[in-house]
């Protein structure tokens, strides 16, 4: 891997203070199951309801996202850390195993969807930009799944936190 720039470090430790929501996307299709954590994702717009993903583009996860074409985003709540790191590969879990511990729903929306998400939309991807080393996908969302959870789960100085509400 080719040395980073001074200019990247600088980058990458900026980025690091954008909190963001922890997602784990997945997808299931004729190229097969497949899920990553990502931090980047966010709403387009509500006319119609997209969303966008960027994916890095060596990612095992990407080529099957794209290939599939339809894909959803799980919004992790406190204490769903197991599944980001998961889902980041830092625990070693094979992918194949990462579905099976009971968290999912694998038959309702033809994409795995996390019971007990903060939110999960489920969308086609409709439009895919490439950019540097990643790609941004484009998401036209078809199902919209909120949960209860009072609390969600960010990315912050790449830590994990936990954020919630509180009385005003």
Not at 44 to 68: E, K, Q, Y
């Amino acid at each position: 891997m080719p040395e980073l720039t001074r200019r990247q470090t600088e980058f990458r430790a900026a980025m690091a203070t954008l909190s963001a929501a922890v997602t784990v996307i997945t997808t299931d299709g004729p190229r097969g199951r497949a899920g990553l954590t990502v931090s980047a994702a966010c709403s387009v717009t509500d006319s119609p309801p997209t969303v966008l993903v960027c994916v890095n583009r060596t990612a095992r996860s990407h080529d099957i996202l794209v290939g599939n074409g339809r894909l959803a985003v799980n919004v992790l709540g406190a204490g769903q850390e197991d599944l980001a790191l998961h889902f980041a590969g830092a625990t070693g879990v094979p992918t194949a195993e990462r579905f099976t511990d009971g968290r999912w729903d694998l038959a309702t929306h033809g994409v795995p969807v996390l019971t007990g998400a903060c939110a999960s939309v489920v969308g086609t991807i409709v439009g895919e930009q490439a950019s540097g080393s990643h790609s941004v996908l484009f998401v036209e969302v078809d199902t919209v799944l909120t949960g209860d959870d009072p609390a969600a789960l960010v990315y912050f100085r790449r830590r994990f936190h936990s954020l919630g509400t509180t009385a005003a």
